[in-house]
Structures are given as C-alpha cells and as structure tokens.
C-alpha cells in the first residue's frame, strides 16, 4: 500500500484535518511530493522547471530536514533493532485486499487529488508564504 494512502487512513490525518486540528496554524509537518499539500503538512513545489530562487530554496531546506529525520530513523532503528520489524505489527490483510495493479491506479488517483488539493489549499498560501521568509 502506498505511503499517502496509509496517511489518509490513520488516525493522524483525521486529527491533522480535524476540528480542533492537531497542530496550530504557526506549526506543520513536512513530508516528500507525494503527500498531499495542507495547511499543517508542508511538501516541497512540484519542480517543472520554472521554479524561481526562493522555491527552489525552501526546496532544499524541506529536503535537508527530511534527511535529518531519516537518519534519526535510521539511528533508532540500530539502536533498537525490533524497530527494523515494526511494519510487522501491521495488518497484513489490509495490504492483500488490492492486487498490485489496483494499487498502482489508486496511486495514481491520489496523484491527481494531490494535483487539485495543492490549487485549492491553504497550504498553498502558507507554503508560499514561507518561502517569502527565506
């Protein structure tokens, strides 16, 4: 199953989408390009080659503090080696009910709501705005 679709099913996302949300308008999440554009999750500008300076630049800085929290995950993960079988834990059912192919298109149908939430998204306006600050 895809990462985004996991996101959009766990219990995080309805809090991070609910009313109160998990997190205040001054704070956010940062995630890669698949995850969907939102006021409290931040996602780096789609580069189609007419980025300007400022894009490009908080670009970077969003992809240099996900590496900072990938190699945490990786230290944790040497240090507490059962972390390594974590996804173990999970319902495996879940993962079967589509065949690979569906999966694919479901991806893709994410992809194409990710195109029109990132239009039509206050995150939009907060990730613009935060790129004004560098």
């Given at each position: 199953?895809?990462?985004?679709?996991?996101?959009?099913?766990?219990?995080?996302?309805?809090?991070?989408?609910?009313?109160?949300?998990?997190?205040?308008?001054?704070?956010?999440?940062?995630?890669?390009?698949?995850?969907?554009?939102?006021?409290n999750l931040i996602k780096p500008y789609r580069d189609n080659?007419?980025?300007?300076?400022?894009?490009?630049?908080?670009?970077?800085?969003l992809s240099s503090q996900r590496a900072a929290i990938e190699?945490?995950?990786?230290?944790l993960k040497g240090k507490w080696r059962r972390l390594k079988?974590?996804?173990?834990?999970?319902?495996?059912?879940?993962?079967?009910?589509?065949?690979?192919?569906?999966?694919?298109?479901?991806?893709?149908?994410?992809?194409?709501?990710?195109?029109?939430?990132?239009?039509?998204?206050?995150?939009?306006?907060?990730?613009?705005?935060?790129?004004?600050?560098?």
């Open positions: 199953m895809h990462d985004v679709r996991v996101f959009r099913n766990s219990p995080g996302y309805q809090r991070l989408t609910g009313n109160p949300p998990l997190l205040p308008p001054n704070q956010h999440l940062i995630g890669d390009a698949a995850y969907p554009l939102m006021v080659g007419h980025l300007n300076d400022r894009q490009r630049c908080l670009n970077q800085r190699m945490a995950f990786g230290l079988y974590l996804d173990m834990l999970l319902d495996e059912k879940d993962d079967n009910e589509m065949g690979p192919d569906e999966n694919d298109k479901q991806v893709e149908n994410d992809d194409a709501v990710n195109d029109i939430d990132e239009r039509n998204s206050g995150g939009a306006l907060k990730r613009d705005y935060l790129a004004t600050l560098i």
